[in-house]
């Protein structure tokens, strides 16, 4: 990394700094307000917004981009509503208490928890330009200023986003437009500098691959930044010997509609007794959506994230395994533990997983791309962590953003 390319983002995080004062002093319906007043510039601007993206999906595609990570790259008029009316729900969403009441000590001082904004907040994620909103939003929610950096692919759309979108709205309702800054660098320079700087960015959220993501947490580490990490992901599937047929159609259908995404059906586990049944019913309905079936024996590891490989995307992993205790310890050890399912009619054997399974997301019956900020909370995400450690977990949301205060009054 060049010295010029630290410095450019210093000067982001620098004007990040210097309006987070701003997002904090407006308050909570400044805030609200400004958020609406982004949900109707999405709709208002949409072709502008639109032709920004188009810009970057047919220089992508001339690129070579694999068509999963055209998926995530692609705007549409269908996607931008759906991020208005996000906005709408974030904004419309009551806050959590900012104080509560702890306790009274022996000698009488009254002992209160409060949340207080980070800040300035960075966040780093893939050539996904609903993320920015998403990441921006939950920022904002939260009190604080955001520095963002996203892929190079989708840097033409992210800075439409920002500068048709969020900066207007913040300015329209007396909040600083700087609050929301978008690192102009293209490549894993900018990534890299932006967990480099504690003093200003002290809390950066990175999305994306294992490696990148793993790479970026070091760094910070070395560097004193508090990197909170949503790496791998990849959804487990496990057919069951009560497994009804009909469910086991639905739920690898509802389980493979988007192949680019964390939460989607990455690796299908199938109870040793019923394979040979129940495979060629999940085989069907691959099969007629394009997805090939990685068969055993495997040349690569169990839980490897297909909608990481780049052109290998519509591929599902099939194993055999022995029983519902089995699937959940190798669902547990084989992945990242985002989330896993288990097709079952029995409840005890549903219950039997769910209490052996420790990942973040545990579904009976229901697909695991059900775990997402928007569907489980009604909320937007800025990821979803799989972390195994105290901490945020799951989808994070702007109350995660926040930082612990504890406040010590004298006796009432």
């Not at 992945?335 to 399912?341: D, Y």
């Amino acid at each position: 990394m060049s010295s010029e390319e630290f410095e450019a983002v210093r000067t982001s995080a620098q004007r990040a700094a210097a309006a987070a004062p701003g997002v904090r002093a407006a308050g909570g319906p400044a805030v609200d307000a400004a958020l609406r007043t982004a949900a109707e510039l999405l709709r208002s601007r949409a072709p502008e917004l639109l032709a920004a993206n188009a810009a970057d999906v047919g220089a992508a595609t001339a690129a070579g981009m694999a068509a999963g990570l055209l998926d995530r790259l692609r705007l549409t008029p269908e996607r931008l509503a759906d991020m208005a009316t996000q906005l709408d729900v974030l904004a419309d969403t009551p806050e959590p208490d900012v104080e509560r009441f702890v306790r009274t000590l022996p000698s009488g001082e009254r002992v209160f928890e409060r949340r207080i904004p980070v800040g300035v907040i960075g966040a780093v994620f893939e050539a996904r330009p609903n993320v920015t909103i998403d990441v921006a939003s939950q920022v904002l929610k939260a009190r604080s200023a955001a520095v963002l950096r996203t892929g190079s692919a989708a840097l033409g759309s992210a800075t439409a986003l920002v500068e048709l979108v969020i900066a207007p709205a913040l300015e329209r309702h007396g909040i600083p437009a700087a609050a929301v800054q978008l690192v102009p660098l293209p490549g894993h320079a900018g990534a890299e500098a932006l967990v480099g700087l504690p003093d200003l960015v002290p809390l950066v959220v990175v999305r994306g691959s294992g490696e990148v993501t793993r790479k970026l947490s070091a760094l910070g580490a070395a560097a004193g930044t508090r990197v909170l990490a949503h790496a791998d992901g990849g959804g487990v599937l496990y057919l069951d010997s009560s497994a009804d047929d009909a469910v086991v159609e639905r739920l690898v259908h509802d389980s493979t509609d988007r192949l680019g995404v964390c939460n989607r059906l990455n690796l299908l586990l199938i109870d040793r007794p019923v394979y040979d049944r129940l495979l060629p019913v999940a085989e069907k309905v691959l099969r007629d959506r394009g997805i090939a079936l990685s068969l055993p024996p495997h040349a690569h590891a169990l839980g490897h994230e297909w909608a990481l490989d780049s052109g290998n995307e519509a591929h599902v992993t099939v194993a055999p395994v022995d029983g519902a205790v089995d699937a959940a310890l190798t669902a547990a050890r084989e992945t990242s533990g985002l989330a896993a399912c288990i097709c079952a009619e029995d409840e005890a054997v549903a219950h039997r997983f769910l209490d052996a399974y420790t990942g973040t997301g545990a579904f009976w019956n229901t697909p695991t791309r059900l775990l997402d900020g928007y569907k489980l909370l009604g909320l937007p995400e800025t990821g979803i962590n799989v972390d195994h450690t105290p901490g945020p977990r799951g989808p994070v949301t702007y109350p995660d953003l926040a930082l612990r205060q504890f406040v010590v009054l004298p006796p009432a």
